[in-house]
């Protein structure tokens, strides 16, 4: 799958589980267990779990289902692991995922999820092929993902540095990256393409919220989230930090400002 960010390393695993989960990716998951259509003897596919949430959510979700993750970062697969080990409904396992191809057998799961996965078109496309084989016939596909529009007004910011340096491949990197986001609409024909039925897509807006330019910059979700999504990793040189940094404090005066978060959360079942 192409990603937009790297594995986590160690140190990065834990920061992620203490500050990026409650900060960024609850929201995410709250929609994704929300989304769950109970089914007997629940077994469920987490594909790109990191740290594991909110595997203990979907558990409790489908009355003590058996989950089992993959992700391509060994500390986050053993920060995973040993959450779970605290967590006594909490059943399955947590493995180190190499390529594309999750290291779980096919046509196994009554579910599978993915939570914030940090993918790219083709990304996309290549993890509801993958559900598609995990699933077992009727089984269910839950997937929260960040929509277009998401992060807009630093990749504004971005571009507008752009257009006043005459950096054309900055801006077209920036700019492709944004319109590789689905629309919600987007987003229901990915998975129906890829052979699902019974697609439905909810929207909802969460804003980030900051304290203004050095609070966004501090913040973990922005460091390992935000700023790969924005940047599309491949790029050649790095965002214009400094720039954004003032930027964003002569905008909004220097105080707090909102970051849009826009949430698609596409359920689906296989045939």
Same mark, same amino acid.
């Given at each position: 799958m192409t990603f937009r960010s790297a594995p986590l390393t160690a140190a990065d695993a834990a920061i992620f589980e203490t500050f990026v989960v409650p900060r960024y990716l609850a929201p995410f998951?709250? *929609?994704v267990v929300a989304a769950l259509v109970p089914a007997e003897s629940a077994q469920v $596919?987490?594909?790109h779990?990191?740290?594991g949430h909110p595997d203990a959510e979907i558990a409790r979700r489908l009355?003590? @289902?058996?989950v089992f993750g993959c992700d391509r970062s060994p500390f986050a697969v053993e920060l995973a692991? @040993?959450?779970a080990s605290l967590v006594p409904e *909490? @059943?399955?396992d947590y493995l180190l995922a190499h390529g594309e191809r999750a290291p779980l057998p096919a046509a196994d799961f009554t579910h599978a999820v993915s939570v914030a996965p940090p993918l790219d078109a083709a990304g996309r496309a290549a993890l509801f092929a993958e559900i598609h084989r995990l699933l077992a016939p009727g089984g269910q596909l839950v997937v929260a993902l960040p929509l277009r529009d998401s992060f807009s007004e630093v990749a504004d910011l971005v571009r507008e540095h752009a257009v006043k340096q005459d950096d054309t491949a900055l801006d077209e990197r920036v700019a492709r990256a944004m319109d590789e986001r689905p629309t919600a609409e987007g987003l229901g024909a990915e998975v129906e393409r890829a052979g699902f039925a019974g697609v439905r897509v909810d929207v909802t807006d969460r804003p980030l919220s &900051? $304290?203004?330019a050095r609070a966004f910059f501090d913040d973990p979700a922005a460091r390992l989230v935000i700023i790969p999504e924005i940047a599309a990793d491949a790029a050649p040189a790095p965002l214009p930090i400094d720039y954004l940094r003032d930027a964003i404090d002569t905008y909004w005066g220097g105080?707090? &400002?909102d970051l849009t978060l826009r949430i698609g959360c596409v359920s689906a079942t296989r045939g």
């Open positions: 998951g709250e *929609l $596919a987490h594909v779990c990191r740290t009355g003590g @289902a058996r692991r @040993a959450k *909490l @059943a399955g &900051f $304290a203004g105080g707090p &400002f």
